[in-house]
């Protein structure tokens, strides 16, 4: 039974956002760019880029994080104007801190922060008031954070690790509504972890619909049990029509966190031939935004939503 898919091929079109702790240094740390435009990793990948022990990067932004400007209304809006249905935002990214509240570390946004807001409560209620599908990104193989202690001698423990996935998981899953998308990223070889994963969204959210990079890459498409769609790398669209749930995702400069020095914008006209083209060929996108350390979506952001939103008056399906 897919009636659970229904509602995610009719979207077709939704907002990708990547924020956290990495939005505040947009890039750089001491003085150096590790940005994508350096022919480095992303800007939400710093802390890896730059080798930052994980104390240490804790010590430095956690503090530091008070969005004041964040108005979950203003960004729900923004995403309905341009026409499209679902969020999708990292709730924990691979720097491992939690953007909502959470009884299993205290590296989120209400402990360790002077902001003490549940950002994944205000955007997924406003989801709700608004009429969009609300869902979250969870990285959750890779954690820098939790395996930068494991490495310490003794403390080594994966089960220790698989057990905060697991109630990171049931009060994502609980507490904040329904959660039409769990998207899972850069998943690990072990399939057992992952089925796991896989039916406890299932057993507390039927209606969830399931990233594939629950699973790696390499795990082949027959044992990917739960995964609902297959998620194609960034920006890529097969040559012909899919009959199968696939999307794309894109982000509109290099970088998919916040990044001070990418000015690499994508044009509103790239962005709307491109989502015409995942149209055609069957293929949902997920555009997506990094908004800024005072918790706004930056002006070329909005701009380009705007653009878009005017193309999907006029050539989009409602
Ligand atoms: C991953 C993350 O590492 C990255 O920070 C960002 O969140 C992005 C959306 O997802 O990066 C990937 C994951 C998979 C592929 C490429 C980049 N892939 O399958 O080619």
Redesign the pocket.
Known sequence: DDSHMEWWRDARFGM?I?WGLYSIQGGDWKGKDYGKEQGG??A??LMNSAKIPGPEYRKALAPQFNPTDFDAAEWVSTAKEAGMKYVVI?SK??DGFCLFDTEATDYNVMDATPFKRDIIKELSEECAKQGLKFGV?Y?QF?DWYHRSFQRKPGILNNEEYLDLVEKNLDELLSNYGDMAVLWF??GGNNVIEADQQGARVRELQPNAVICS?LYS?KVPEGKRKYADFE????R?LPTERMTQDTET?M?MRHN??FDRNDDHWKSSKDIIEFLALCGARGVNLLL?VGPNPEGNLLPEETERLQEVGQWMKTNGES
Request: glycine share 4%; aromatic share 16%.
């Open positions: 990708f990547h990793a992303s939400e990948w990292t990214h691979h990104y990285s890779k990223d850069v990079r890459r998620s194609l790398p960034d890529m995702c982000t998919w966190g997506n």
